[in-house]
């Protein structure tokens, strides 16, 4: 039988440590909700399985997903509102949306930037128009679909991808250091190597501890406040993959950590915490840089297009993934031929001719031809009027020799991060299948199903991890406030 | 808080009632079960929440899905095997299905159909050109996408939907009928108006009963062999829709009744269940009869087709829903011209000639016109290059007015059942997230993800259901034999 996730107060003999709050992993949402909780007044033990914090915002490029006018957007001489942010989030992160969740942090983000600075986080103020991957650091970027179709014509376009140092692509570990140091400055007790295993529950339902192991000894640890969960998602379990999302046990970019292994999703749903939305994930497939790969076409198996090619690489992955089988190939020709700078991408076929280059390919006769001359024909006149793809990205594809790239699934890796996780209210606690917060439980970041419940934009993972750490953070410790004062003398 | 779904058998004062094998739901799950468990020497009491017995099944076209060579299909004239039939199920019911339900399924489904003939379900040999709906008794049927590409090229196709009466689509209410009276003719205790609110369990986890309503009164029913959930799925429950398949909630044709409302499927998971791909729906867009309407194209908003239209109604709705964002065109011409008859299908746009029609839709323009002009050249000679429509239904569509049917999914309505569910053996022990069996407990049909997992053909759910129903009943009979024979004398 596997091992309880869940263990009744009376089995537990004795407390081998207590704090007001514990806190369940030391990634981006278990640092920032042990500075807040620390901030509020509570005393903080925080429990690590790894050697060191970190989690995997540590191995990211530490993106975050940040906007409504912050002061590096206004250096770069966007305009943006949370209303804006509020109306692409909606329309990018479904089917669906937890609409409680964005609409805090649309409107919280202008807060959580200058709170992000005052921790010591640094935000370049310089546009970079390469998205994410340019080898100096980006500063802000377009981190999603935000200036391309759809989502172009639903909100005002600004760029909200923050990166949060000079580092570049190493803006993540950076990002980590500053804030594990700032926590532990703070005076959260972090114990490094120790494995949460259970939560621990009253006869009430109240959740009052955690049980623990570290160098093979098990102890309990009792929270006064509240238990927070931040241990990662499920993109290290093969078998909670193949349960819930199939389709990503193909793709090899984990992005992610060991301890990304559904720990914590498992023992919140033990303990009568819902999840949410198990098959999704944010499914990357970077065909560029160099951008002007965008200029190149994506075609399916049928020789069809089915993507504007200057869409988010996690909008390519998933249409490609999910709607193509991963099965599909990018067509280019001499003008812009190049490999994509994060893919090994084998070249599938060459030819002088389009019909030469179909031949080549396991396509439909014929279809390719169909595809790119109806293609060309509309590019040569700045137009893309199956997809609306910007002008900017429009030519023919006409320059011999014309080449595919096979970026199918089995051949080229697929970044992939799972989005499913433990349902949560806007103070961070975590939500029975009625609806209603289960006392003294918490949870943000990964182990939720956050903002990006059903979609994904680069820096949202980190963004929603912060952002909601900081509030299951503050909401534990003044649980544990509350019970401290209502304590007879 | 919610109402615990687990009770400690500590907590209960007194049995109000016993018996070897305490069944939730009577529907095909529950009523096979009773029947083979009574058959094996058990008593048995069955609960039901509605009034009578019979669940979504009596409310179907009771189609069963058998194959391997059953004596209706070589009446008919087909050749099949299990190996056959083994290979379109691991195809249609992927990705990833669960391939050791699929292979017994496959290797029991002769013996299955000689099963259910010796309990009165008749079976008519005449196979039926025309899928599931027409008004006469449709008898042997291609249900799935057996006779279609692409599965026709992995397993040599063959028609396993069976009717099981001769009562055409009352068929379900009929084979209800017979496999309710049988399982009370054989001894099981049914108790009608009474639902089934809890598990108990054992301190050390094993299921020994369960708590239950009737008339305002809870009582508590031990189980001494064990306890067998077939509650049927949660089609009917729009919270765990939201949090699972959002996508579903536009759906209006909901296979199923009120009674699918997920619970079942909560009390397995809060005994230590593991539940699977919550997401897995059927999605059905029945664009025929009449049959002539496969020679139309089904199209996107760009104007692309996107399937081969002479696919099972549950491949062309799944692709509509999912890949295309339920919105899609069925393309005629006057030589076909029909409505289909399942679907009140509004006529969007009527043309002399290919670019009025396409003026008259919400299309980009040109992009149907490539799309026929390619399609047409092709059917002209027999051929669909991008999709193999079988020849028979491939002719160009030439003869005006041409015409566009309305499919999108806020206009017509899109069949949908839930697939998701426990993860059960193929003893019909439900599994925990170890993939070890949960001593005392059961479970089949649509609270389980069955032989169905990722994808369905019709019949498959009553299939599945009565097919591990019947080894949940034995396997729950046998237990309680082995747990009597075992107490001392």
Request: glycine fraction near 14%; aromatic fraction near 6%.
């Amino acid at each position: 039988m596997s091992q309880p996730l869940v263990r009744n107060a009376r089995e537990i003999a004795r407390w081998d440590a207590q704090a007001d709050v514990v806190i369940a992993g030391f990634g981006a949402a278990g640092a920032t909700a042990a500075i807040e909780a620390r901030a509020a007044g509570a005393d903080v033990i925080v429990v690590e399985r790894a050697g060191a914090g970190g989690g995997s915002a540590a191995n990211s490029g530490g993106v975050i997903y940040l906007g409504g006018g912050t002061p590096t957007q206004k250096a770069c001489g966007f305009e943006d509102t949370p209303e804006e942010m509020f109306k692409y989030l909606m329309a990018a992160c479904g089917p669906s949306p937890d609409e409680g969740l964005v609409s805090a942090y649309c409107d919280g983000s202008l807060e959580h930037y200058a709170w992000l600075v005052d921790r010591g986080i640094r935000f370049r103020p310089r546009f970079a128009a390469a998205e994410l991957g340019a080898d100096e650091c980006p500063g802000l970027v377009y981190s999603g679909t935000e200036n391309a179709w759809p989502f172009n014509e639903i909100a005002r376009p600004a760029p909200r991808g923050h990166y949060s140092a000079d580092q570049g692509l190493a803006s993540g570990g950076v990002l980590m250091q500053t804030l594990t140091q700032a926590a532990m400055k703070a005076g959260a007790a972090v114990h490094a190597n120790t494995r949460c295993l259970a939560l621990v529950v009253e006869s009430d339902g109240r959740i009052c501890g955690v049980v623990v192991r570290a160098a093979g000894e098990q102890s309990a640890v009792r929270a006064r406040g509240g238990v927070i969960l931040t241990t990662g998602g499920f993109i290290s379990n093969r078998e909670m993959l193949a349960r819930h999302a199939p389709w990503l046990l193909p793709c090899t970019n984990v992005v992610g950590i060991e301890g990304d292994d559904g720990g914590g999703l498992m023992m919140g749903q033990a303990a009568g915490g819902v999840l949410c939305r198990m098959d999704a994930a944010d499914i990357s497939l970077p065909i560029y840089p160099p951008l002007q790969l965008r200029k190149g076409i994506l075609i399916n198996r049928h020789g069809q297009r089915f993507i504007n090619e200057d869409a988010y690489m996690g909008r390519l992955g998933e249409f490609a993934l999910l709607h193509q089988q991963g099965r599909v190939f990018l067509v280019v020709d001499d003008a812009i031929f190049a490999r994509p700078e994060y893919l090994e991408a084998d070249i599938a076929a060459v030819g002088e001719t389009i019909a030469e280059l179909e031949a080549d390919l396991p396509l439909p006769s014929g279809a390719l031809q169909a595809t790119l001359s109806f293609y060309n024909e509309h590019a040569a006149k700045g137009r893309d009027p199956l997809f609306r793809k910007k002008a900017e990205y429009l030519a023919p594809l006409a320059q011999p020799p014309l080449a595919a790239l096979d970026l199918s699934v089995d051949v080229v890796p697929y970044g992939v991060l799972t989005l499913g996780g433990l349902q949560i209210d806007t103070a961070g606690a975590v939500l029975d299948r009625d609806g209603d917060p289960i006392p003294g439980l918490y949870a943000a970041g990964r182990t939720t199903s956050g903002v990006c419940k059903g979609g994904y934009s680069s820096g949202l993972s980190i963004g929603d991890s912060t952002f909601f750490g900081r509030r299951a953070g503050r909401s534990a410790a003044a649980r544990a406030i509350r019970e401290r004062e209502a304590r007879p003398g």
